[in-house]
């Protein structure tokens, strides 16, 4: 293990975790077992996608949902690169990126979070040009169940 | 002058405008700079605290009415609101104000904003209290600031319109050149050149130091009166003529990632039943107050209240047209980014002093301004004509 790896390891201990409500706990139940599904109507008439989660559809109002799985691709619609002053977990590892992804299934839900090399690596592992508005992404899942991002062409 | 009014239209006025000084740290509480700012506002209009039956502030203001009401000796209160959204909240405290009066519920109303932001601690810091429902979605991926979340936003209208930095530039040159103007504000003889902007430390890319407002202690207040009772004060009135809040369909805060059309804020929602109220159109207002916790608010805002097409904010602070003697002189006191951050309290009085020709970056002849609260919350606005 390297020194880096080391750092991240400590730092990860220190994220922020979801602080999750009843219409978001769905989505992290199903995060933690690998799965990226999203709160739909279940109305037979309706079926409309939506993000965040909560208790009727604004389409129909129906209070009838599912969580319909998602194929995890998507594109990077926008993204930031955080510096200090930061919570000192996230400033330990900053300049990181964070990113919104737009799904392949529903462009108009933008999900937030990491362009990473792999399931578990640190917020900086990809370098900054390799980021661009438009690259395609895939989920992945780290070892906390928190949803991360992977570059479909690394 | 009797004016001919429909709802709230020029039905109230600005009578009075009070501040403390502004600074990275004052030795008063909050509780103390509020009332210095309400009786320094009451003061200026001429009118008694005992007089006063109305409040309004933000629900994020600290000081409350009870402590507020007795420690500065108002009357009987019969109407009191706070609005909710930080900055969003600015101009809608002045809003309740006005319909309250115009409709009878009140005579006399203060709004008031007293925040020690400068010297306490960072919201965002506080772990255990996150914003309830998007927080998590976007905190434990590291998206922890308001100037990560407008960042975001930012990048995203930069690729799609092909605004630029010296665009962003543009507003915090025009903020910082009048609060070299105004010697109460923080910035007052400190001037911004474009190479300490480019070579400032970043903050969130794409927003670098000189894209983030101040942050200050200090207090401001202004006192609404009917049309009526207006003329009677000590200074010129300032009609309050035509307000608005916004809060648009599919609408997520700050984190407005979840919808059709992200870079349409609450701004558009605010402007169509601004203008939609008002006797005259964005082409006629004279000076703008437009709130500017971060740069691209000013580019975003422009296009939402109508001062340009969509994509074209940026292009529309160039050629020094947010400077004085430009198509649309912006924030003469300096602004949140310049003068003082006390969530946008400090653009209200500014436009009440425009109109009343006391500017220290005065606009000749100026009797239209528009006032806006913060863009990317749920918002509210304000135009104001002398």
Known sequence: ?154 | MARITSGIKDATAIAGIGQTPFAKQLPESEKALACRAILAALDDAGISPSEVDALASYTMEETDEVEVAKAVGLGDLTFFSKVGYGGGGSCATVAHLAAAIATGQATVGVAWRSRKRGSGPRPWKNTAAQLPTPAQWTRPFGLLRPADEIAMLTRRYMHEYGATRDHLFNVALACRNRANQNPQAIMYERPLTRDMYMTSRWISEPLCLFDNCLETDGALACVLVSAERAVDCRRRPVYVHSAAQGLPAQHHGMVNYWNDDPLTGPAWTAARHLWKHADFTPEDVDVAQIYDAFTPLIPLSLEGYGFCGRGEGGAFTEGGALEIGGRLPLNTSGGGLSEAYVHGFNLINEGVKQLRGASTAQVPGAATCLVTAGEGVPTSALLLRS
Not at chain 1, 133 to 138: E, H, L, S
Request: charged share 25%.
């Open chain 1, 1 to 154: 293990m390297t020194e880096s790896d080391i750092r991240h390891l400590k730092s990860v201990s220190r994220y922020l975790t979801p602080v999750i409500d009843d219409d978001g706990a769905p989505f992290w139940q199903y995060a933690a077992q690998g799965e990226l599904r999203i709160q739909a109507c279940a109305a037979p008439d309706c079926g409309e996608l939506r993000f965040p989660p909560r208790p009727c559809c604004p389409y129909c109002q129906s209070f009838e949902s599912e969580w319909r799985r998602m194929s995890g691709k998507g594109r990077i619609w926008s993204y930031v690169i955080p510096h200090p002053p930061l919570l000192p977990a996230y400033a330990e590892q900053a300049p990181y990126n964070v990113i919104a992804v737009e799904l392949a299934e529903a462009p108009r839900i933008r999900l937030v979070g990491n362009l990473v090399s792999g399931p578990d690596a640190p917020l900086d592992s990809v370098a900054r040009e390799r980021i661009r508005i438009g690259a395609k992404v895939q989920v992945v899942f780290d070892g906390t169940g928190l949803p991360r991002w992977v570059l479909e062409r690394p």
